[in-house]
């Protein structure tokens, strides 16, 4: 019997690992994320859990708009850059190759297979240590068409966030 069953039961799901771009006027951040989900068909949504402390929540609170991009496996060094918090690395997002999306003025990553920018439909403050941010994707683009099997997760890199 597993001393922590239920981290170890957490720990068997795969994490999906994304670069959240938000953007609230001259405010732009880039951060990595890995709690992310499709939560809706009509209208299409997106869901992710955000940090209560991270900088990317105040900026996605007040611009209600987030870019999510998504890479291959084979793309790890693209999003690596990114891990550290913006007080940790405050050049992060000059350091990265990215453009502004047409839709939100999101940073998109240069080189990521695929992204989706989106509206702010609903914040979820679910009492833990993260809210639930849904957003109504507005706009997407494909760099790589793929299968979700190639996308970069945690696993991939070794790494875990969960439990």
Same mark, same amino acid.
């Given at each position: 019997? #597993?001393?922590?069953?239920?981290?170890?039961?957490?720990?068997?799901?795969?994490?999906?690992?994304?670069?959240?771009?938000?953007?609230?006027?001259?405010?732009?951040?880039?951060?990595?994320?890995?709690?992310?989900?499709?939560?809706?068909?009509?209208?299409?949504?997106?869901?992710?859990?955000?940090?209560?402390?991270?900088?990317?929540?105040?900026?996605?609170?007040?611009?209600?708009?987030?870019?999510?991009?998504?890479?291959?496996? #084979?793309?790890?060094?693209?999003?690596?850059?990114?891990?550290?918090?913006?007080?940790?690395?405050?050049?992060?997002?000059?350091?990265?190759?990215?453009?502004?999306?047409?839709?939100?003025?999101?940073?998109?990553?240069?080189?990521?297979?695929?992204?989706?920018?989106?509206?702010?439909?609903?914040?979820?403050?679910?009492?833990?240590?993260?809210?639930?941010?849904?957003?109504?994707?507005?706009?997407?683009?494909?760099?790589? #068409?793929?299968?979700?099997?190639?996308?970069?997760?945690?696993?991939?890199?070794?790494?875990?966030?969960?439990?």
């Amino acid at each position: 019997m #597993a001393e922590d069953s239920i981290r170890d039961a957490l720990n068997m799901i795969p994490y999906g690992f994304y670069a959240i771009g938000s953007r609230n006027g001259d405010d732009v951040n880039l951060m990595v994320v890995n709690w992310l989900t499709q939560s809706s068909f009509s209208p299409r949504q997106v869901a992710f859990g955000l940090s209560k402390t991270a900088v990317t929540h105040g900026i996605v609170a007040e611009g209600k708009v987030f870019s999510v991009n998504i890479f291959d496996k #084979a793309d790890a060094e693209l999003i690596t850059g990114l891990t550290k918090s913006r007080e940790k690395n405050p050049d992060k997002v000059k350091d990265a190759s990215t453009t502004a999306g047409p839709e939100t003025g999101c940073p998109l990553i240069s080189g990521a297979a695929a992204w989706l920018e989106c509206r702010v439909v609903s914040s979820v403050d679910s009492g833990g240590d993260h809210d639930v941010i849904v957003g109504e994707v507005i706009g997407a683009g494909v760099n790589r #068409a793929g299968k979700s099997d190639a996308t970069l997760t945690l696993q991939d890199i070794g790494w875990s966030y969960s439990g």
